[in-house]
C-alpha cells in the first residue's frame, strides 16, 4: 500500500464509525479534532453514505465523481439530486495547485489579496501607495487603478462593500479612506481625478501629525453600514457610514490590535487579535452596560497576525507569531479579562530574528484552543490565514501564507498538510480562495500576484521550483 493510500485511509477512518480506536489513537497524539465542529465539517464536505456502497469494499476512499453520478442516477440517497455536501466532496477534491500564471508583477511588495464575496473582483493592494482592482470574469481586465495619497509605509489593509461599489483602504495612519469603485474612470488618484472620502478615526489632531496610531485591519459589516477597525493604539473601533462618526471605541487589548472581524452577519459579535497574545469576543448588545469583553481565548505565546471568522458566530481561526494557527470555539472563552498573558524568557523580534527553537515545542498551560496547525512561518509581517470557502469545499481547509514564500494548505479535522504552493520569492502576507471556483491567488513581497488553478493553464516562469501535489 502506498504512503498516499495508507494517509487517506486513516483520514477517512477518522471519520467514520469503523475507526474509533483510531479516533482514540489520534486524538492521543493532538493530531485529530475530536469535536463539533469535526461533525460539521463532515456533514458539509462529504458525500451521502450511500455513495460509498456503489463499489464494494472501497468505502474508506474517498468516493470519485464516477461512482456519485453512478449514485445519483440510481437515486441512492433517496434525494434524486446532489446536495451540497455532495457537491462540496466533488469540488474539494480539485484543488487550484496547478500553475500558477502571473496576474502582475509590481515593483513593490503586496500586501493585501482579495476577493469580492461573489468572486467576480479581485482587489491587490502594494506598499507604494497603488491598488489595483482586476475584474476576473473579464480576464482580469485592470476595472481600478488607485493612487492612495498621505499614508505611512504601506496600505496595511482594504475592504470591499458588500455590493461592491466602495472600497475602503488603510494606512499606519489615523484616517480610513473610501473610493467609488463603480466610477466610470479607471485612474483613481486620491483627491486629483477622484475624492477619496477620509474617515477620521481620532479626534486629537496630534495623532495625525505624528501617526501617533494607525489602522492595521478594516471590515465592512455585512449590511455595508459599518466598517470595524483595529489599531496600534491598543483600540477597535465602529464607524457608522450613515451618520459618518465613530459609534464605538473600544480600549480592547493591552497592546497593538492586529486583527479585527464581525463574527457573522448579524454584527452582533466582533472578534479582535492583538499583540497580547489574545483574541477577545466583543458582543455590542451588551457592552453598553458591562464595557467588557464577552470572552478571552487564551492559548498563543506570541502575538496574532489575523484572525478569520468561519461565519456562523461560533469558529475562528488565528494566525500567530507563536508560528501556529489555532482554531477556537468561543464557547470555550474565558470569562477572565484580567488574564495575564504568557511572558516569555528570551528575547526576540519577530521583525528581524528567527522563532528561537527552544519556543517550538512550549505550549500555554491555559491553552484554550480546539487544536493547532503548525508547519508555515509567520514572520516579518502580519502573514493572513483564512477558511477554505463554504460553497466549493464546505470550509474543510484552512489556508495561510508563510515568511518562507510558500502557501499552506492544511485539513481543518485531522491537520494534515493537504497541499503547499512553492512559487514566489519572497514572504507570502496574503492570498485568497476563490468563493466559487477552483482557483486561487497567492500574493507576495516579490510583488508577483499567483493565479493556481485546476486544471492549470500556466506555466510556471521559475523552472527550478519543484511542482507540489495534493494528497488526491
Given at each position: 500500500m502506498t504512503w498516499t493510500r495508507k494517509r487517506l485511509d486513516g483520514c477517512d477512518r477518522g471519520n467514520g464509525a469503523e475507526g474509533s480506536s483510531g479516533r482514540q489513537r489520534i486524538s492521543e497524539e493532538n493530531s485529530y479534532l475530536n469535536h463539533e465542529i469535526a461533525l460539521l465539517t463532515k456533514y458539509t464536505s462529504t458525500a451521502h453514505e450511500r455513495f460509498r456502497k456503489v463499489v464494494p469494499g472501497k468505502a474508506r476512499l474517498p468516493v470519485s465523481p464516477v461512482q456519485m453520478l453512478v449514485g445519483r442516477e440510481g437515486n441512492y440517497s433517496g434525494r434524486g439530486r446532489f446536495s451540497s455536501g455532495d457537491c462540496c466532496h466533488v469540488l474539494s477534491r480539485y484543488m487550484p495547485i496547478n500553475g500558477p500564471s502571473v496576474v502582475d508583477r509590481m515593483p513593490s511588495g503586496a500586501y493585501v489579496s482579495q476577493f469580492?464575496?461573489?468572486?467576480?473582483?479581485?482587489?491587490?493592494?502594494?506598499?507604494?501607495?497603488?491598488?489595483?482592482i482586476y475584474n476576473v470574469d473579464k480576464g482580469w481586465r485592470l476595472q481600478k487603478d488607485i493612487r492612495a495619497r498621505s499614508l505611512r509605509w504601506t496600505i496595511t489593509d482594504t475592504s470591499l462593500s458588500p455590493d461592491r461599489r466602495f472600497l475602503a483602504y488603510s494606512s499606519i495612519s489615523p484616517i480610513v479612506h473610501i473610493v467609488d469603485v463603480g466610477s466610470a474612470a479607471t485612474e483613481s488618484l486620491a483627491n486629483v481625478t477622484e475624492i477619496h472620502e477620509g474617515l477620521e478615526f481620532s479626534s486629537d489632531a496630534s495623532d495625525y501629525d505624528d501617526y501617533s496610531f494607525g489602522i492595521f485591519s478594516v471590515k465592512f459589516s455585512t449590511d455595508g453600514r459599518e466598517l470595524v477597525a483595529a489599531s496600534s493604539n491598543n483600540s477597535i473601533y465602529v464607524y457608522d457610514l450613515e451618520a459618518k462618526r465613530l459609534s464605538l471605541c473600544i480600549p480592547a487589548h493591552e497592546s497593538d490590535v492586529n486583527a479585527v472581524c464581525f463574527a457573522d452577519e448579524t454584527g452582533?459579535?466582533?472578534?479582535?487579535?492583538?499583540?497580547?497574545?489574545?483574541?477577545?469576543?466583543?458582543?455590542?448588545?451588551?457592552?453598553?452596560?458591562?464595557?467588557?469583553?464577552?470572552?478571552v481565548l487564551i492559548g498563543h505565546l506570541e502575538g496574532i497576525t489575523f484572525i478569520d471568522t468561519r461565519g456562523d458566530g461560533r469558529y475562528l481561526i488565528s494566525n500567530g507569531k507563536d508560528q501556529v494557527i489555532k482554531l477556537w470555539d468561543i464557547r470555550k472563552m474565558s470569562s477572565n479579562a484580567d488574564y495575564v498573558q504568557w511572558r516569555r524568557d528570551y528575547d526576540w523580534d519577530y521583525r528581524w530574528m528567527d522563532y528561537p527553537e527552544r519556543a517550538k515545542n512550549l505550549r500555554n498551560p491555559n491553552d484554550l484552543s480546539l487544536t493547532t496547525y503548525?508547519?508555515?512561518?509567520?514572520?516579518?509581517?502580519?502573514?493572513?490565514?483564512?477558511?477554505?470557502?463554504?460553497?466549493?469545499?464546505?470550509?474543510?481547509?484552512?489556508?495561510?501564507?508563510?515568511?518562507?514564500?510558500?502557501?499552506?494548505?492544511?485539513?481543518?479535522?485531522s491537520g494534515a498538510q493537504v497541499a503547499k504552493l512553492d512559487f514566489h520569492e519572497g514572504p507570502v502576507r496574503d492570498c485568497n480562495w476563490h468563493p466559487y471556483y477552483p482557483m486561487f491567488v497567492s500574493s507576495s513581497w516579490d510583488g508577483v500576484l499567483a493565479n493556481w488553478e485546476f486544471p492549470g493553464n500556466g506555466v510556471p516562469t521559475r523552472r527550478n521550483r519543484r511542482r507540489r501535489r495534493a494528497l488526491y
Open positions: 469580492s464575496e461573489d468572486g467576480s473582483l479581485f482587489v491587490a493592494a502594494f506598499q507604494e501607495s497603488q491598488i489595483k452582533h459579535l466582533i472578534y479582535s487579535g492583538s499583540d497580547d497574545c489574545l483574541c477577545k469576543v466583543w458582543d455590542r448588545r451588551c457592552f453598553a452596560t458591562k464595557g467588557k469583553p464577552a470572552g503548525k508547519g508555515h512561518t509567520v514572520l516579518r509581517t502580519l502573514i493572513r490565514c483564512y477558511f477554505s470557502p463554504a460553497h466549493s469545499t464546505g470550509q474543510k481547509y484552512i489556508y495561510t501564507g508563510s515568511t518562507d514564500s510558500i502557501v499552506y494548505i492544511y485539513d481543518l479535522v
